[in-house]
């Protein structure tokens, strides 16, 4: 059985956090545009190139751009059983398109998982945030800092903070986020896949809610000892 679903909410929400670890208690890809674009950013293409000059300035990458990356990326073969979309789709284009292309494969989009945060929390939750240059773990300066601060406590290596997460380029991204992509809650819910989650609680109860709106879908494996 094929499950398809989106992770929807503003940067900063906890959509890469949560679906990293949705992908390890099922058997689903976790697919995001953002990471995409990084890879290829780091590995000297066209593609990366072309997304850096966006991102840097918080804009969104073209959707023709972004939907080519995306379809061909869930035609490997470790998408079969199904992808958590996460970054994707951010405008009503790119979500026609993916509706479009899994109805062409007799798929659909099973459930969108909305992660709603308030926006005076966003801004923090973005600009404090660091990542791992080794393993990709990630902290925040504000709510869940590292024990030595600049250095991963899972492996030692040197965090970074994202060329986009600085606070203008961050509020710019929540503007981008407001106009362009909120559109698609009412999109979704209109659909009646739409389940809305509060995404301040803490990590481990909206990995719960989630895996709870997508219970009639999956088959999950217990949560990993810490
Ligand atoms: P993210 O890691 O999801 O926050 O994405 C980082 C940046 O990549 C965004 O600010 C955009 O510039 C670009 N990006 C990622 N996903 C998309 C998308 N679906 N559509 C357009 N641009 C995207």
């Given at each position: 059985?094929?499950?398809?679903?989106?992770?929807?909410?503003?940067?900063?929400?906890?959509k890469g956090t949560q679906a990293k670890t949705l992908?390890?208690?099922?058997?689903?890809?976790?697919?995001?545009?953002?990471?995409?674009?990084?890879?290829?950013?780091?590995?000297?293409?066209?593609?990366?190139?072309?997304?850096?000059?966006?991102?840097?300035?918080?804009?969104?990458?073209?959707?023709?751009?972004?939907?080519?990356?995306?379809?061909?990326?869930?035609?490997?073969?470790?998408?079969?059983?199904?992808?958590?979309?996460?970054?994707?789709?951010?405008?009503?284009?790119?979500?026609?398109?993916?509706?479009?292309?899994?109805?062409?494969?007799?798929?659909?989009?099973?459930?969108?998982?909305?992660?709603?945060?308030?926006?005076?929390?966003?801004?923090?939750?973005?600009?404090?945030?660091?990542?791992?240059?080794?393993?990709?773990?990630?902290?925040?300066?504000?709510?869940?800092?590292?024990?030595?601060?600049?250095?991963?406590?899972?492996?030692?290596?040197?965090?970074?903070?994202?060329?986009?997460?600085?606070?203008?380029?961050?509020?710019?991204?929540?503007?981008?986020?407001?106009?362009?992509?909120?559109?698609?809650?009412?999109?979704?819910?209109?659909?009646?896949?739409?389940?809305?989650?509060?995404?301040?609680?803490?990590?481990?109860w909206v990995n719960e809610e989630m895996l709870k709106a997508l219970s009639q879908y999956l088959v999950?494996?217990?949560?990993?000892?810490?």
């Amino acid at each position: 059985m094929t499950t398809n679903v989106i992770l929807l909410g503003p940067p900063g929400a906890g959509k890469g956090t949560q679906a990293k670890t949705l992908a390890e208690r099922t058997s689903l890809s976790h697919v995001a545009s953002g990471d995409l674009f990084r890879a290829a950013l780091r590995e000297g293409t066209e593609l990366g190139m072309l997304a850096k000059s966006y991102m840097d300035r918080g804009e969104l990458v073209p959707d023709e751009v972004v939907i080519n990356m995306i379809l061909e990326r869930i035609q490997a073969p470790d998408c079969l059983a199904g992808v958590i979309f996460d970054g994707f789709p951010r405008t009503r284009e790119q979500a026609v398109a993916l509706g479009e292309s899994l109805a062409a494969h007799d798929g659909k989009i099973d459930a969108v998982l909305y992660l709603s945060v308030p926006n005076e929390v966003l801004l923090r939750r973005i600009a404090g945030r660091q990542t791992c240059k080794t393993c990709g773990a990630t902290y925040n300066i504000y709510y869940f800092p590292s024990h030595r601060p600049g250095i991963c406590d899972a492996c030692g290596g040197k965090l970074y903070q994202r060329s986009d997460d600085s606070m203008e380029t961050a509020q710019h991204r929540l503007d981008v986020y407001f106009e362009q992509t909120m559109p698609l809650i009412e999109y979704y819910q209109r659909q009646g896949i739409l389940h809305e989650i509060d995404g301040q609680r803490e990590i481990t109860w909206v990995n719960e809610e989630m895996l709870k709106a997508l219970s009639q879908y999956l088959v999950t494996s217990p949560q990993p000892e810490e």
